[in-house]
């Protein structure tokens, strides 16, 4: 098994920033995919990044330029750092980690953008 802890979510104003992280521990796998993906109220979980064990990133269109994905293979970390918020970015952030069949989330941290 293996766990994921995130922390870093918030209440924010529209424009401003926050910094999620997620790590992980247990029984870890090597080359492993991290990523963040988010869930609002009455929507499905959707994509905002991932990142390989090598670095490479992927990220949903509507993310692109404002969050940056990255990740600390010595401590299993994987961060994401949001800018320029909007409320439209308010949800659940949850961490996912896996290789293959192999997928685990995180119990996720709340991001709340509102003036």
């Known amino acids: 098994q293996v766990q994921l802890v995130e922390s870093g979510g918030g209440l924010v104003q529209p424009g401003g920033s926050l910094r999620l992280s997620c790590a992980a521990s247990?029984?870890?796998?090597?080359?492993?995919?991290m990523g963040w993906y988010r869930q609002a109220p009455g929507k499905q979980r959707e994509l905002v990044a991932t990142?390989?064990?090598?670095?490479?990133?992927n990220y949903a269109d509507s993310m692109k330029g404002r969050f940056t994905i990255s990740r600390d293979n010595a401590k299993s970390t994987v961060y994401l750092q949001t800018n320029g918020l909007k409320p439209e970015d308010t949800a659940v952030y949850y961490c996912?980690?896996?290789?293959?069949?192999?997928?685990?989330w995180g119990q996720g941290t709340q991001v709340t953008v509102s003036a």
């Open positions: 996912n980690y896996g290789r293959g069949s192999l997928s685990y």
């Open positions: 247990g029984r870890l796998v090597g080359f492993a995919e």
């Open positions: 990142v390989t064990s090598g670095g490479s990133t």
